[in-house]
């Protein structure tokens, strides 16, 4: 049977979501545990997490035996056994058609900052930026709205041969003395978001203007290509309606 999984997952222990030749990813440590339970599938993933990125609600599908009816007992069970950075919060049976993948209409990711010294007890989930014009960032955060092409927010030597996406909304504020920048899109390019952001920050700082990121995004002109630090970065939903 058909099986939609959500998932959280603490990014800044794996080497990313993806399978990887070193064992060290979320998708290997999933797979150890399904093979401890004598399940042999193929975990198909919503999309693809870097290295130090985190999830509070990634989805994946997998098709599972049939004896294993009662979901719950399975979620326990993998819990149980999985490491404390992994966590599985839903476990429900879908249609045979259902692609965690391609199936997706929106999804959504948030980057936290915050202007406070970090400790080394958040270091590795909130990015640290000292100083920045708040007004300036929500207005410009609005011009990636609707559908662009992205080839100069995206890293280099990525595989996509279509850059073009669309952002249905955007939104910068501040919750308590975080700041989160808010993105949801039908997808994203590799690394789009940490451009993004480092873009919009350096708006932030004065460094740069509205005018230059209209530049880029209209690529007439590549100004900046920093991006933000991973640590602050969450796949937060994807959404399928």
Do not use: C
């Amino acid at each position: 049977m058909n099986v939609k999984f959500t998932i959280s997952y603490d990014g800044s222990e794996y080497a990313g979501s993806q399978t990887q030749p070193n064992g060290l990813s979320v998708e290997d440590k999933l797979q150890e545990v399904f093979k401890s339970l004598n399940i042999d599938t193929k975990i198909i993933l919503s999309g693809r997490t870097d290295k130090d990125v985190h999830a509070t609600g990634q989805v994946f599908n997998a098709i599972i035996p049939s004896y294993w009816y009662d979901l719950k007992k399975l979620k326990d069970i993998m819990n149980r056994h999985l490491p404390i950075s992994i966590k599985v919060h839903n476990i429900k049976e879908v249609d045979e058609r259902f692609h965690s993948r391609f199936s997706a209409k929106k999804r959504v990711y948030r980057y936290l900052v915050t202007k406070e010294q970090l400790s080394v007890f958040n270091s590795k989930y909130i990015s640290h930026y000292k100083d920045f014009d708040e007004e300036k960032i929500k207005e410009a955060i609005k011009l990636f709205e609707g559908v662009h092409d992205f080839e100069y927010f995206h890293k280099k030597g990525s595989d996509k041969d279509n850059t073009v996406r669309e952002v249905f909304k955007t939104s910068f504020y501040k919750y308590r003395n975080l700041y989160v920048f808010k993105f949801t899109a039908n997808s994203y390019l590799r690394s789009q978001i940490r451009l993004m952001v480092g873009f919009l920050l350096e708006v932030g700082k004065g460094e740069l203007t509205k005018n230059d990121l209209i530049l880029q995004l209209k690529k007439e002109k590549y100004i900046y290509r920093k991006p933000a630090n991973p640590y602050g970065l969450y796949l937060t939903k994807v959404l399928y309606k």
